[in-house]
Nanobody
Framework: QVQLVESGGGLVQAGGSLRLSCTAS????????MGWYRQAPGKQRELVAR???????DYVDSVKGRFTISRDNAENTVYLQMHSLRPEDTAVYYC?????????WGRGTQVTVSS
């Protein structure tokens, strides 16, 4: 069983920055893609950003230009750098590892952006 451990969440004022980290218990190169999702109260979980093994990334429109996903294969870690945070970015952020026959989730880290 793969474990994904997120860290870096917290409380920040609007316009601030945070960097989330997700460290896997096995090589992230074994997965097709690593991603960050978020779920706000009363809303469905949504994909925020994803990066594949080739380094290609994609983002939900609402975070383009503000968030950057990156990966460090040597450290088995994926990052989500978030700038210009907005109150609507408030959510629990989850790390995801997607393989051909596998799909793993972390427990999530809370991000709260105050206005």
């Amino acid at each position: 069983q793969v474990q994904l451990v997120e860290s870096g969440g917290g409380l920040v004022q609007a316009g601030g920055s945070l960097r989330l980290s997700c460290t896997a218990s096995q090589s992230i190169s074994s997965f097709n893609a690593m991603g960050w999702y978020r779920q706000a109260p009363g809303k469905q979980r949504e994909l925020v950003a994803r990066i594949n093994n080739g380094g290609k990334s994609d983002y939900v429109d609402s975070v383009k230009g503000r968030f950057t996903i990156s990966r460090d294969n040597a450290e088995n870690t994926v990052y989500l750098q978030m700038h210009s945070l907005r109150p609507e970015d408030t959510a629990v952020y989850y790390c995801n590892a997607l393989g051909i026959f596998s799909n793993y989730w972390g427990r999530g880290t809370q991000v709260t952006v105050s206005s």
